[in-house]
């Protein structure tokens, strides 16, 4: 959830810094800009991401890794771990700053990515991933 704020954020930020800059040549436009934008990210900020957050849910078993996640429209993903063949864990800078990693899984027909763990429970999932295959 911070990761996906932060990035609001910096965007909100831009955007009416960009208001702000033609607001003496655009007036109506940049009241319109603001009019449309800031509620929307209001709306984003404190109902669409925490929901977005509370819906990711990641499952590992030997067979299968799932990931299920969304608001409006719920999604389930499935890797089989048997033909999982790549993984990479990674970071953006701003992810970095939270304290958040990511995981890329590829299996020969497919891929999957977790945008957004903490560094516990990306290493956590890397270590148990590697019992299953070692196992």
């Known amino acids: 959830m911070g990761l996906w704020r932060g990035r609001l954020t910096l965007v909100?930020?831009?955007?009416?810094?960009?208001?702000?800059?033609l607001l003496p040549f655009f007036p109506l436009a940049s009241l319109i800009l603001?009019?449309?934008?800031?509620?929307?990210?209001?709306?984003?900020?404190?109902?669409?991401?925490?929901?977005?957050q509370k819906s990711y849910r990641?499952?590992?078993?030997e067979e299968a890794v799932t990931l299920t996640r969304g608001?409006?429209?719920?999604?389930?993903?499935?890797?089989p771990c048997p033909r999982l063949i790549y993984v990479e864990q990674f970071s953006t800078p701003l992810a970095g700053l939270l304290g958040l990693r990511g995981i890329?899984?590829?299996a020969a027909r497919g891929r999957?990515?977790?945008?957004?763990?903490?560094?516990?429970?990306?290493?956590?999932?890397?270590?148990?991933?590697?019992e299953f295959n070692r196992g």
């Open 12 to 21: 909100l930020l831009a955007v009416l810094a960009a208001g702000v800059i």
């Open 34 to 52: 603001w009019g449309i934008f800031l509620p929307l990210s209001g709306a984003a900020w404190f109902w669409y991401f925490p929901r977005l």
């Open 58 to 61: 990641l499952t590992l078993s």
């Open 71 to 79: 608001v409006l429209i719920r999604r389930q993903y499935l890797l």
């Open 104 to 106: 890329r899984l590829r």
């Open 112 to 130: 999957l990515t977790v945008p957004a763990l903490g560094k516990e429970d990306a290493a956590a999932f890397l270590a148990r991933l590697g």
